[in-house]
C-alpha cells in the first residue's frame, strides 16, 4: 500500500534575489514495509522534499497524498493533527528533549499521537523492548552516546505506530558502528511495524538495508 | 510543560525576583496601612463621640489653628454631653540627653488632661500615663530610636521628663506620638489657654446628630464632627501624603517583576529554539506551546509572590521585634490585589516574547 506520492511536486524557497528552486517536478512514492533511500549531495533538495511529504512546507505545484490524504487540501492544523498520527522523524541529531528522560521523550509522542496515557505508557514500553534500549529508559539525553540518543530517536519515530518515517541524515553524526547498529534499528523495527521509511542521505551504510535508492540532483527526482 | 520549563536555577533566580518586587509592594502598601491603622486607633478611641475642631479643620494631621480651651467648660454643660476634654498637638524636639544631643525627633506632642482625660494615649506596651507635668508617654518606636525606656529621662523642647509610659499604635511612621499632661505641652508651645481639639463624651441615649447641632449653635465658629466622619477624614488625610509615592514605587516594583518574568520567558523562547522547533514539527499545537510558556510565566509569579507576600510577613515580625520603627499592618485585601496584579502584567508582559513563538520554524528541527 502507498503509503507517501509526491507527484509533480515543485517547491521555491526564499523569496527576491535569494528564492531557490529546492524542487523541480519531483515524483516519487513509498509503500508499506518500504526503505528507501533518497541520495544526493548537500542542497540537492533532501530535507525540502521530507518538509513537504511532512505537510511542513506546501509546494508551489503538484500533489502530495501522505496515507491516503491529500495535503494540499488540507487547513494547516489539519495537516499538522494528521503528521501527528502517520508521520514519525528521524533527524540528523537525535534532538531529543534535555529536561526529559528518554522513556518520558518518546511517551510524549505517543501522547501528541493521541489515545489514552496508558495505551501511550504501554506502546512506549513495547518500543523500547523491540529496539533493545530498556537500559536507556531512565537516562537523560545528555548522559546518552550519539548511537544511543539516535535509538532513542527511533524510537519515538516508531512509537505511534506510524505509516510513514522520514529520516533526515539519520546516521550523519554517527561513527561506523554505531550508524550500522541505528540504520538496522530503523529499517528492522520499521518493517516490522509496517510502515514505509524515507530516508534522505549519502551515506553508504544504509543501502543494505535500502528497498529502492532514488538519487535527487538539484531538486530533481 | 517540564520538556520546556527553565532550568531550576535559573527558575529559582526569577522567583528570587517576583518575591522581592512582592515583598517591596505588599511592604509598601503595609506601611500605609500602618500609619492609617495609628489615625484610626487614636482618632476612634473609646469616649470621643464628637470632636470639636477649629474652622475648616476636618481630620486630625497637618492642621493648624486652635480654639479656646476655655470652651471646655461650656460644652460640658450642654445637654448630651457626659464629658469634654481640650487636647493641644504640637511638633516637639525630643532627645535622650540635655540640649547639644545631635540626635533628637521631632515627635507629635500631644497634650491632654492626664492622666485619664479624652485623648491619651490608645495602649500602652508598659508603663502608665503621665501624671504630672514633668512625666511623658511615649511611642514605643520612638522609645527605641531614642534609646529610653521606663524611667528614664527625656529632654522635651529642652525639658527633662520621665518616661513613665510607652505607648503602642501611636506610630505614624513619619514620626511618632508623645504623650504628656496638656499644661506641659501649652506651656513648651507658648499657645497657653489654647485648645486644637474638644473631645465629647456622649451622655447615655444622647444622638451625636442632635449634640452636634446643639454644640454649632452655641458655638458658631467651630466645627463638630462624629467619630466615624472624622476618623474617615483622618485615614483619606493619611493617605494623601503617600499614596502617590507609594503608587508609584509599587507600579515600579511590579513593573520590575514583569519585566523580570518577560526575559525569562525570552530566554525560554530563545534558549529553547530547537526543542520548540522539534515539538512543532512532531505535531504540538503551536497554541499548545504558547499555553505552557504562559503556564510557565503564571507558576514563577505565582510562586514568586506568594513567597514575596511570607516574606513580607516575617519581615514585618523581625522588624517588630527588632526595630518596631516602621508600622506594617497587612491586609489581606491588598495581598491579593498585589498577586492578581503581578500576575497580571507578568503575563501581558511574557505575551510579547511568546508571540515571538511564532518565528520559530519547525523546519529547524531538521538543521544539524
Known sequence: MTVLLLDGVSKTRGGGVHATQALRDASLSVASGEVVLLEGASGAGKTTLLAVAAGMLTPDAGRVLLAGRSLVELTPAERRRHRTHVVGFVFQRANLLDQLTSWENVLLMALLAGGPPRDARRATDEVFEQLDIRHLAARRPSELSGGEEQRVGVARALVHRPALVLADEPTGNLDGTAGRIVAEALATCAKARGAGVLVATHDARLEPFATRRIPIVDGHV | ?368
Open chain 2, 1 to 368: 510543560m517540564k520538556a520546556v520549563r527553565n532550568r531550576r536555577a535559573r527558575a529559582w533566580l526569577a522567583v528570587g525576583g517576583v518575591a522581592t518586587s512582592s515583598l517591596l509592594v505588599i511592604s509598601l502598601v503595609a506601611t500605609l496601612r500602618g500609619a492609617a491603622r495609628t489615625v484610626v486607633d487614636y482618632v476612634g478611641q473609646d469616649g470621643a463621640d464628637l470632636w470639636i475642631t477649629p474652622p475648616g479643620a476636618d481630620h486630625f494631621l497637618r492642621l493648624s489653628g486652635v480654639i479656646p480651651a476655655a470652651l471646655t467648660d461650656s460644652v460640658r454643660a450642654l445637654s448630651g454631653v457626659a464629658g469634654a476634654d481640650f487636647i493641644f498637638r504640637a511638633f516637639v524636639a525630643v532627645s535622650a540627653r540635655p540640649r547639644g544631643d545631635r540626635f533628637r525627633l521631632t515627635l507629635y506632642g500631644v497634650g491632654y488632661r492626664a492622666p485619664d482625660g479624652l485623648g491619651g494615649p490608645p495602649a500602652f506596651e508598659s508603663g502608665q500615663p503621665p501624671h504630672t507635668r514633668r512625666e511623658v508617654a511615649l511611642d514605643r518606636a520612638a522609645a527605641r530610636r531614642l534609646g529610653v525606656t521606663l524611667r528614664d529621662t527625656v529632654f522635651v523642647n529642652g525639658r527633662a521628663a520621665r518616661v513613665v509610659g510607652v505607648t503602642a499604635g501611636t506610630n505614624l511612621l513619619t514620626t511618632q506620638f508623645i504623650f504628656a499632661d496638656a499644661a506641659a505641652i501649652e506651656a513648651l508651645s507658648g499657645f497657653a489657654g489654647r485648645a486644637s481639639f474638644i473631645l465629647v463624651r456622649l451622655a447615655p441615649g444622647a444622638h451625636a446628630d442632635t449634640v452636634a447641632a446643639r454644640i454649632r449653635d452655641r458655638f458658631p465658629d467651630v466645627d463638630v464632627f462624629d467619630r466615624a466622619t472624622f476618623v474617615a477624614n483622618s485615614q483619606r488625610e493619611t493617605g494623601v501624603g503617600y499614596t502617590p509615592i507609594l503608587a508609584f514605587v509599587d507600579l515600579l516594583g511590579i513593573g520590575a517583576a514583569a519585566v523580570l518574568v518577560a526575559l525569562l520567558i525570552h530566554a525560554l523562547v530563545e534558549g529553547h529554539r530547537t526543542e520548540l522547533a522539534v515539538l512543532l514539527a512532531i505535531g504540538t499545537a503551536p497554541g499548545t506551546l504558547a499555553r505552557v510558556m504562559i503556564l510557565e510565566a503564571t507558576r514563577l509569579i505565582v510562586v514568586g509572590g506568594v513567597l514575596g507576600a511570607a516574606l513580607a510577613r516575617l519581615l514585618a515580625w523581625v522588624l517588630d521585634r527588632v526595630f518596631p520603627v516602621i508600622p506594617l499592618h497587612f491586609d489581606i485585601g491588598d495581598t491579593v490585589w498585589a498577586l492578581a496584579l503581578l500576575i497580571v502584567c507578568g503575563i501581558l508582559a511574557s505575551a510579547i516574547p511568546v508571540a515571538r513563538l511564532g518565528r520559530v520554524d519547525p523546519l529547524e528541527a531538521f538543521r544539524p
